[in-house]
């Protein structure tokens, strides 16, 4: 096993000992983060295109915050302030919004491939 | 205004006792804009603490599981013993790299706690307040020293502490902290959240009950 097949598999392992998701053994339904853990598996195998298609939303937006994590910890060395959006009242309400539509397209799109 | 630890006249235990037995009023303290590396420091130092305890007790648990496996070989079988001991090394490997796997939740757990405190009208200070709070959290790293039932207690206590500092940093209600807190497990209900959820939901029903005797209010 090469070193970097362990968190892969160390995943897989965790996953192994979890519960069934309570939605889909009730109504046979994706819950919306349903596919996020075979998606992390996938990306640690460095799968990463089948790991978007897993969960877009997760892994979409699980991307996107770890580049801002980086980007605001390169700004807080040079600057000493991390930065961060002005969330005014309009803001919060696209974002609201935002994420909203997010949500229902990704639990559509889970629906629709069988996840 | 700075807490004393973050500006570095109060040590470590006094820090930790503060923090267990009246965090409204510890948190009350904090400048919310001073840099975080005094509350990344004290969380690396809990952490530590947490996965020592850990990685004693799962030891001490995994090798007692394995006294009848050798005992009903007879020192036979001798690659199942050397299986189930790797186990036991992996485990408390895994416990002393808690450091690592408490900064990441902090930080990433952070970022899925401040998403839902904005949705609910609660993030003003920002996502290092939230960050902040998780990291002062982890005060509870010395209860893991305590056999059998530190692990629960301390995992309980860390949420209600979270959700203190939480609430008097960014100066919101409990309700809609709660309601950031819990919101990601149940609308979401990732397998990992569902043991997670159990121990939040129960974890909130001890915060909600206790709210009203705790000295700070």
């Known amino acids: ?8 598999r160390l995943v897989r392992l965790l996953a192994s000992l ?17 596919g996020t853990t075979r998606a992390i598996i996938l990306l640690l195998e460095g799968r990463c295109g089948d790991a978007f298609l897993m969960n877009p939303l997760v892994i979409g937006g699980g991307v996107l915050f770890l580049g801002y994590l980086i980007a ?42 069988g996840v | 205004m700075s ?34 590396g005094r509350a ?44 189930a001991g790797f186990g036991v090394v992996a485990q408390v490997v895994i416990s ?7 900064l990441m939740g902090a930080f990433i757990g952070g ?21 902040r709070a998780n990291l002062y959290g982890s005060a509870t790293g010395v209860i893991y020293l305590v056999p059998c039932c530190g692990a629960l207690v301390a995992s309980i206590w860390t949420l209600v502490i979270t959700i203190v500092g939480l609430t008097e940093m960014h100066q919101s209600t409990t309700g809609r902290v709660l309601a950031a807190v819990f919101a990601p497990v149940v609308l979401c209900c990732v397998c990992i959240g569902l043991s997670v959820g159990i121990a939040f939901l129960l974890g909130g029903a001890a915060a909600f009950s206790q709210l009203p005797h705790m000295p700070w209010r």
């Not at chain 1, 096993?1 to 892969?8: D, F």
């Not at chain 1, 069934?20 to 046979?28: E, G, N, Q, S």
């Not at chain 2, 004393?4 to 006249?9: H, I, P, S, V």
């Open chain 2, 111 to 131: 970022g899925i706690t401040h998403l839902f405190l904005l949705l609910f009208g609660a993030g003003q200070k920002g996502y290092m307040t939230t960050v």
């Open chain 2, 40 to 83: 990344v420091l004290f969380a690396v130092i809990s952490f530590a603490i947490a996965g020592v305890g850990q990685a004693i007790w799962n030891a001490v648990g995994s090798s007692l599981q394995m006294l009848p496996m050798i005992a009903e070989n007879d020192g036979q079988s001798g690659g199942a013993l050397a299986v």
């Open chain 1, 1 to 8: 096993m090469v070193p970097w097949e362990w968190p892969a």
């Open chain 1, 72 to 113: 605001g910890w390169a700004v807080y060395v040079r600057t000493g302030q991390f930065p961060e959006p002005r969330w005014t009242p309009g803001r919060l309400s696209i974002l609201r919004w935002a994420i909203g539509v997010a949500v229902v397209v990704n639990w559509a799109w889970l629906y629709a491939r």
């Open chain 2, 3 to 36: 807490s004393a630890w973050e500006n570095g006249t109060e040590g470590y235990v006094g820090t930790v006792k503060r923090i267990l037995t009246e965090p409204a009023g510890f948190f009350r303290e904090i400048d919310t804009d001073a840099p975080i």
């Open chain 1, 18 to 34: 979890l519960p069934p998701c309570p939605v889909r053994a009730v109504l046979d339904l994706p819950c919306p983060s349903c």
């Open chain 2, 96 to 102: 002393l790299l808690m450091p690592v796997w408490g």
